[in-house]
């Protein structure tokens, strides 16, 4: 079995998701590989797209969700005029030929809207007729996912299942099996052997994540937690924000605070901690909920990430914090009231997909087997 898995680098999620697959893939020994799509196609729209992605969501949130909304309501007549038509240009061709002539592959996977659309654009040029699976990496249906034509859609949950087929995707289509993670985040190792892994104090934990673009004021976010009167140490992680991370660093802050750019081990810190605030990116989303991990929400993107904060404050699995309920009131409260926390890991564990990727690659073995016996016979 070959599985081609495409991807854009426009914020790390996708990404992330595409390597987790393909290692996990390999691991198993299935022939796999990933690329960013346009890059493969077009460095230069590759680097347009994301430096367009970055600037909009990070220097005009507003008009990117505005943008967004604008998608959610669309009417049928106006589709033909939508991202399709982006996708299917002449730089095309580059991609097609890699597909017919030098990989093959019997699935390709498709981790970002763009690369779906790319796909569903060349489907009738692919002369092996490989199947087809979107991964949509939130906790919603973005609204382009309507407008392409893959076999099977891989959900976050079944609790999407509705929603989707509002969006007119086949309910045969759809595969709640969870966003893809790093298979790592599917084990639990108790607090205090956390804590002595990281060489951190054995007492109440707060994890903060900034997400791969450094959105939001994470330093305002810090020094609001070292005005609580509770007790707990923080973990900030900055990612590649070497700027974050030492302004963080120059912070004159009560609390200890361990403060870290990159890091290969953000398993072991979600279980040391006893909550994580972050911005509701799907895929830490789906590693906090893995790992059981309460989750304090911040800085959503206007858009699919509002729709995440949605799907999570529904479903009684996260707090959010806001002007109106500052994150030291939210750790007070949290910490003071055990029932809370307790409530918040029962509802995670209904939502949690802790072996997605897994269960995603027994999913495409699968795909395979009925090819081949369709072939065969």
Known sequence: MKVLILTITAGQGHNQTAKAISEYLTSIGVESTYMDTLEYVSPVLAETVSNGYLMSTKAMPKLYGGIYQMAEKRDMEYRSHSLTKITDTILSKKLVKYINEEFRPDIIVCTHIFSALLITQISDR????????????????????????MDYYITASELLTNQAVKKSIAERKIKPLGIPIKPKFAKKISKAEARKILDIEDKSTVLVMSGSMGY???????????????DFQIISVCGYNDKLKNKIDG??????????????NVDIMMDAADCIVTKPGGLTSSEALAKRVPILMVNPIPGQEDRNVEFFLNNGAAIKISSTYPIDEAMYQLMNNPERGETLKEMIDVIRKPNSTADLAEFLMQIYQDRKNQIKY
């Open 251 to 264: 912070l004159d802050l009560k609390k200890k605070i361990y403060n870290h750019g990159f890091v290969d």
């Open 216 to 230: 939001g004021n994470v330093v305002d976010i810090i020094k609001d937690l070292d005005k609580s009167k509770e």
């Open 126 to 149: 692919l002369i092996d007729n490989p199947k087809t699976v979107g991964i949509i990496t939130d906790f919603t249906i973005h609204p382009y996912w309507e407008d392409s034509a």
